[in-house]
Each structure stands twice: as C-alpha cells, then as structure tokens.
C-alpha cells in the first residue's frame, strides 16, 4: 500500500488500515522529513521521526516539562550508559514514571498530529509482525486521535477541496452506529452534526449555520473524516415509518411489522429498559416537561444574564445531548418525534435570546413574573410563579450524579467524567460531586492534575472526607510525592485510626 498524499487524505488511510486491521508501519515522507506511524491490529500504537524537533527531550523542553540544561545532562548520562532517554530522565529524578508516561503519549501523539497538514509526499505501508517493542506500545483510539488531527489543519482550502464543492450532498454515515460512543465532539461540531438530513448540500449546511463559514466547513471536514458522515446523499432513514409498533414489545421491529400479526392478534410481552434506556427515556421526559413549564433560560438551562458566550455554548450543548440520532435503541424510537420538538424548541429559545430586542421584551415580562417563556409581552400584574423543580439546576445536577454512580459502579469511567463534569458546572458547591469526579479521572494516568483539582476541590467544601484524603494521596503515592502523601494519610488515619491498610502504608513512608 503506497501512494502520494497530495491524492490520498490520512484520515482515509488510517481508517483502512483500521478496518482491515493491518499490524505494520506507515511511513510518510516530505522532502527529508520522515515520520513513522506504528499499527497494531489496525490500533495506533507508536509514533516516531527524524525531524529534530519531534524528538522527545526537545518535545518535553518545549513543553516546559524539561529546561534545555537538564536535557544536556540526561544526554551526557544516555551516550555514557546506553539507556533510553525516558528511563535517564527518571532515574535522575527529573520526571515521576507517570510524568514520563504522559510526556511520551503526548510526543506520540504530536508526531501523528503533525502529519494531519501535509497536502504533499509520499505514504507507504508496509507490514510487520512486530513493528514495536512492547514496552513502547500505546493504544491511541482511532476516532478522537483522526478528529484532533483534523482540528489541526490550517490550510482552509484544503478543507475546502476535500469536502468537493458547495453542492455536495452531506449525510449520515451507513455505518454511523460503529463509531465509539466515548468519542468527543466540541460544540461546534455537534451543532454542525445536527443539521444534517441527508438531503441538504455543503452550502445549505453553511446557510443554516450561525457559525462562521470556515469554522461550518473545518466542522463537516471533522466529521466527515471522524467517520460520521459521508458525500453523495447516502443517507439512512431519518425518520420513523408512520406506522409504528411499541418498541418496547419483544420481537418487534417499528420497519418491519408482522405481517401475520394485526392490531386484535394478542399483546406481545414487554421487556424492561436497560439503566442507559431508562436514563435516556426519564431524561427526555423531564426536559419534555421543562420545556412545556419554563421560561427560555430554563429550556436551554442558563442563568438570567448569561453571557452570549454562555448561551451560544448552552445550546450547543442541548443539541448535542437531545439530537434524534442519540437514540440507537430502536425500543426508545418513539421518543423521536419528542426530540424533534424538542431540538425545535431550543432553537427558538436560541433565537430569541440571542436578539436583543427580543431578549429585553422578555427579560421584562419576567421581571412581572410572565411564567412562560413563549409569552414575550409583559405584564403589569401576575402572581409569582416558582420554577419548576424538574428545571432548578440543583435538580438536574443530582439527576446527573445519580446516572454517574451507576456508571462508576459498573467501571464506566469515561462515562462518569462527563456526567460528572456537567453536574460540578450546574452545582459546583456539592463535595460528593467533586469527589465522584475525582475518583473517576483519578483511574486515568493521564487525568492526573484534573483528579487533584477536583480531589481539593472537595476537601474545600468538606475537609474530613475520609475518601478523598486516601484518593488524594494515593495521587501522590502514585506520582512519587510521598512527603505530600504521608500528610493525607495520616490525617486519614486519625479519622478512622483502627485502618490496617492506612498504617501500613504509612509505615512504608
């Protein structure tokens, strides 16, 4: 597999290579500039080049995670005893393990990243039983390593020319159930994701879009690249058959019906939701019910007084969390025509927010306590109203802690993060939100600082939280801080003194 990359775009070859799970090299040459991207069973693995400046000491020195003088030294002590550069910054006591683990998968990863850009040169597979050592190895995920590349093109007619044209016909992926459900989009993107129909072209898209032109285009390039959508009008079914069948009935399919079974046949027996289901389905009534009680700062669950910033961010936000396609269960498809109205909805509320005129006329009925978002006149009189508890932030805060804990329980560690940073945002003075968060991020090497964050965060709000001193601690174990470490655990131990394991641990110290 060879070819020249001014033809050929890398996301398309990393997703081949992926879907056939090649084992091997890929090698991308520029001029003189060289670079390797290693493949395990189609899985990214490893990273390297010959460019100077991609090397890792230079890397960490740029990163401000090394000084140039300590850099000479390691070098001096690599070319005396033969040891990998990584391994001398740690035994010199410059660099923890885990900081040397993080530092060499952001290496890695600036190397794939910067290859994202190049509209010229060679690429070349070839393939190789083991292409890497194994101490070497990383598992980088294909998707959201594709879509940060991509976020990494400067060259805006490049975009412009790999999404071929203003009529190009933009839709869903055939494969769209495939891509990883842990997989990121910004805000920007998911909105972009959410006009797309399968019917309009590139320049509808820009048409319908607030955003910026380029910024419409750079987000379908993303997606397009991520595997989410495909040109050229290939679009599934956007909408369900007029004549439906409960989806929540065993053996029915809402496309498919039974043809042998009519509407007097006897009932089929219901299965219960699955928990993600159930969360999902409670989550769309709740808002279904905010949306027909509140005003539209509740819709779009903002402040009165939030910022343009903040209100173009809340409904991105509400987009991405209540666009039809989140429901792949086909036993909750009937909540889609619930999610149109709602999407529908949020952009009213959008736009009248995002007007001046229109924001000041309701911002004044509410001052008269006008209890619906919709009614913009004011009112000289109107007993007050109080809001809803379905749309009080604290409310929707809880619900999010509540799902989060059934992913912890399960080991759904990505999952809880992102539940768990969307309830600090709504309710940021509660300990035990901190500390879920904490305890989640803490299970990822790389989320380290964020898990500290959110660990002191939590002893702020409650300062003898037995768990969060041993979490904190164990952080600072596991980063070879054992001064700081010993601290926590021994104000651990005089909260509980009878803790074998504390002491022991202390004892090592």
């Known amino acids: 597999m060879q070819g020249n990359l001014g033809q050929s775009y890398l996301p398309e070859i990393i997703h081949s290579l992926h879907d056939s799970r090649e084992t091997g090299i890929l090698s991308l040459t520029r001029d003189k500039i060289s670079k390797r991207i290693y493949f395990g069973g189609g899985t990214m693995t490893f990273a390297n080049s010959n460019f100077l400046g991609d090397r890792l000491g230079e890397f960490l020195v740029r990163s401000g995670k090394m000084t ?21 910054f740690v035994s010199m006591g410059l660099l923890t393990e885990t900081e040397m683990e993080v530092g060499v998968a952001e290496q890695v990863l600036s190397i794939i990243y910067s290859v994202f850009p190049w509209d010229s040169g060679e690429y070349r597979f070839q393939a190789h039983a083991n292409p890497i050592a194994d101490d070497l190895v990383l598992n980088l995920p ?17 975009v412009r020319r790999a999404l071929g044209g203003p009529s190009s016909i933009v839709s869903y992926a055939r494969d769209f159930s495939v891509v990883p459900t ?22 509808d898209i820009i048409a319908l879009s607030p955003l910026p032109e380029e910024q419409t285009l750079r987000c379908l390039y993303a997606l397009l690249s991520g595997g989410f959508l495909e040109l050229g009008g290939k679009s599934r079914h956007l909408t369900p058959s007029p004549r439906s069948i409960d989806p929540f009935r065993e053996g029915s399919h809402p496309l498919e019906p039974s043809e042998k079974e009519t509407e007097k046949s006897k009932e089929p027996r219901t299965r219960a939701l ?33 910022s343009s910033e903040e209100i173009k961010k809340a409904y ?15 036993r909750l498809a009937h909540l889609r025509g619930d999610l149109e109205d709602l999407l529908s909805k949020m952009t009213e509320a959008y736009q009248t927010l995002c007007s001046p005129v229109a924001r000041r006329r309701l911002d004044n009925s509410l001052r008269t306590e006008a209890p619906r978002g919709e009614d913009l006149s004011p009112r000289s009189s109107s007993p007050k109203t109080p809001e809803p508890a379905a749309t009080s932030v604290e409310n929707i805060a809880a619900r ?7 992913h912890f329980s399960q080991n759904h560690f990505h ?21 879920l968060l904490a305890r989640a991020l803490a299970k990822n090497p790389f989320w380290g600082k964020r898990a500290e964050e959110h660990f002191e965060a939590a002893l702020e709000l409650s300062p003898f939280d037995f768990d969060c001193l041993v979490g904190l601690g164990e952080l600072y174990d596991a980063a070879g801080m054992m001064t700081r470490a010993g601290t926590l655990f021994a104000q651990a131990l005089e909260l509980d003194p009878s803790n074998a394991e504390l002491r022991e641990r202390l004892s090592r110290k």
């Open 68 to 88: 140039q003088s300590h850099l000479a030294l390691a070098s001096q002590k690599v070319a005396s005893t033969g040891r990998r550069l990584g391994e001398t």
């Open 274 to 306: 699955s928990p993600e289901e159930q969360w999902i389905r409670d989550d769309v009534v709740a808002k279904r019910a905010a949306v027909a009680a509140g005003t539209y700062y509740d819709w779009l669950e903002l402040r009165r007084g939030a």
């Open 415 to 435: 999952e809880t993060v992102e539940l768990m940073e969307e309830a600090v945002r709504f309710d940021p003075n509660k300990a035990k939100y901190h500390k």
């Open 316 to 330: 991105l936000t509400m987009i991405k969390r209540y666009h039809p396609d989140r429901l792949r269960s086909q």
């Open 400 to 406: 999010y802690y509540r799902e989060a804990k059934r």
């Open 142 to 158: 294909t998707i959201p390593v594709i879509l940060e590349g991509v976020r990494h093109i400067q060259d805006f007619e490049a």
């Open 182 to 203: 842990d997989c990121t989009l910004t805000p920007e993107e998911s909105f972009v994701l959410s006009r797309v129909d399968g019917q309009s072209s590139v320049a």
